[in-house]
């Protein structure tokens, strides 16, 4: 596990079940999206955002706080590290746009294939 900067980590896995690591991927972020609402007063949950200040200071409405997983699966040999960046980078766009906030792409010889689970 390694804390990459801002709020991004990293967590590296060897010689797992990919079901299984993606099973608990998803069960954390689930369960984040899930308690992190009882953070927010009743109001802003019935509303479904809250209102706040952005950096400019300009009245805004933001969505509330989640987390978001990308698995990057690298199925044997060695990949150059910026090529691992780039679909690293990509999986975690993806991952927030998705409705279950995780994102799963599997490096094949300098191809990338999307992998697509449901649990």
Do not use: M
Not at 48 to 54: A, E, L, M, R, T
Not at 77 to 85: M, Q, V
């Amino acid at each position: 596990i390694g804390h990459i900067g801002g709020d991004d980590f990293f967590v590296g896995a060897k010689n797992i079940d990919f079901i299984d690591f993606y099973k608990k991927v998803f069960n954390v972020i689930k369960k984040f999206n899930h308690d992190v609402i009882s953070l927010y007063d009743k109001e802003d949950r019935e509303r479904g955002f809250i209102v706040s200040k952005d950096r400019e200071g300009n009245i805004k409405e933001f969505k509330f706080l989640s987390v978001s997983g990308a698995i990057v699966q690298i199925p044997g040999g060695e990949i150059n590290s910026n090529f691992l960046d780039e679909y690293i980078a990509l999986a975690k766009k993806n991952a927030k746009q998705k409705e279950n906030y995780i994102e799963s792409l599997c490096i094949l010889t300098s191809k990338v294939k999307e992998e697509v689970w449901t649990l």
